[in-house]
């Protein structure tokens, strides 16, 4: 905290520093003083001060007299004018006359102490000690940065139907926000032994942009070890069925490359995409951990548990790439003409999971892990639908619930 003090007394002004200092038990308060106005104003044109403390009967250069009339001036000039940088708090601190009796109702209307100075008396060192230890009290407060709740594990959803299967798994979710941040965060923290900390967010809409947008700002505030994408995908492996839950081993960007004109054999002419596919390889850690287990038990639980209106089937757990496009794909021929002819070994197609972890590669200063674990909600063919889409955000759910108590921490051990 800066404090000003403006008096031709040197005897005074080693009062108040005195003063101030028996306040100043942290060595926070940087005391500056002038004896005349010139060079106060000089101090107040170069620093901002959360106090001047100023006597009225001052000259305006050491060695002219000292008026009344000078200090006056020099405390309109401050409330009235830009010429110098305006202090937080002003306390007048005078002998008192008649002339300081007519000046203090004008000076206390603007919301300013006059305090009558007395080396002999005590109340103005009381008042000025109360307002020292306010202005502390303020200044400590502004320096006080909010303290984000770090994290263990991030999990982000893409859609409301995946937002509600998370919320829904047993934990006690708190929501908060952040300050110039218009995302709804929710955090919670679990003991499975181990204190695990968790927040979560949804998308404010689907899509790699928003994927990567989201996933930057998660790493950057919160500092995860595992940001996890729960959720929905298209299964595209002819052994799987809806609700089977798919781990990536990778994921690529199927939307980047370049459109090219095709003469097919009839002579009719079409557009197809010649995908640049880059691809983003799961944790090999991770993957050999997840793929290691024998999830028979738990996946029975995850069948035996759900409540609706379909008689879902065991599901399975699928490792492999999962391919990221840019709007959602429901003709079998896209599939096997584009896509499983870029990278034959695809299992999952989905909307967000490249986003994700081009995120964790991109954050400068980041270890961490991204997990892509979604569920099949259809097959990425002609016969899509929403039928499947609550089991399939259900099962992956309950799945990331499972590999975060029972897994990906006791492994740290």
């Known amino acids: 905290m800066n404090i000003l003090i403006l008096d031709d007394s040197a005897e005074k002004i080693g009062a108040i520093s005195k003063l101030i200092k028996e306040k100043d038990e942290n060595d926070e308060i940087n005391i500056d003083y002038s004896l005349d106005i010139i060079g106060g104003r000089y101090k107040l044109t170069d620093t901002f001060y959360d106090l001047l403390i100023l006597d009225l009967n001052m000259p305006e250069i050491i060695g002219d007299k000292s008026s009344f009339s000078t200090g006056a001036e020099f405390v309109d000039e401050i409330i009235n004018t830009s010429r110098v940088k305006k202090p937080t708090d002003i306390i007048i ?22 305090l009558q100075y007395n080396p002999t ?29 770090k994290c263990d594990v991030a999990i982000i959803t893409a859609v409301p139907v995946e937002t509600e299967s998370i919320l829904s798994i047993g934990y006690n979710w708190e929501p908060f926000n952040l300050e110039n941040d218009p995302s709804l965060y929710r955090k919670t923290s679990i003991n499975s032994p181990t204190s695990i900390r968790i927040v979560h967010v949804q998308l404010p809409e689907m899509g790699m942009p928003a994927a990567a947008t989201i996933a930057s700002k998660v790493i950057l505030q919160f500092h995860p070890k595992y940001i996890i994408m729960p959720g929905i995908a298209a ?47 799961l944790d090999a850690t ?128």
């Open 235 to 281: 299964g595209i492996d002819d052994h799987m069925h809806c609700g089977d839950i798919i781990v990536a081993t990778d994921v690529w960007n199927y939307s980047s490359g370049k459109y090219k004109e095709v003469v097919t054999d009839n002579g009719s002419k079409t557009v197809d995409l010649l995908p640049d596919s880059k691809h983003i390889p």
């Open 286 to 413: 991770i993957r050999e951990l997840l793929a290691s287990e024998n999830y028979n038990s738990i996946l029975e639980h995850i069948k035996k548990s759900f409540s609706g209106d379909i008689s879902p089937d065991k599901p399975t757990v699928f490792f492999g790439p999962i391919a990221c496009v840019t709007a959602v794909v429901s003709s079998n021929k896209i599939v096997v003409s584009q896509i499983l002819a870029h990278s034959r070994k695809t299992v999952g197609l989905d909307m967000e999971s490249y986003g994700i972890c081009l995120a964790t590669e991109s954050t400068v200063s980041n270890n961490t892990i991204p997990l892509i674990i979604k569920s099949v909600s259809d097959k990425g063919d002609i016969s899509k639908s929403d039928e499947y889409q609550r089991y399939a955000s259900f099962t992956s759910a309950q799945f990331i619930k499972y590999i975060i108590e029972m897994i990906l921490f006791n492994s740290d051990s």
């Open 121 to 149: 008396e005590t109340a103005w060192r009381d008042c000025l000690s109360s307002r020292i230890e306010y202005l502390l009290c303020c200044r400590n407060q502004w320096m006080i940065k909010p303290r984000l709740p």
């Open 93 to 114: 601190l005078t002998a008192f006359d008649e002339s300081v009796k007519a000046f203090k109702e004008k000076v206390e209307y603007a919301g300013f102490l006059v």
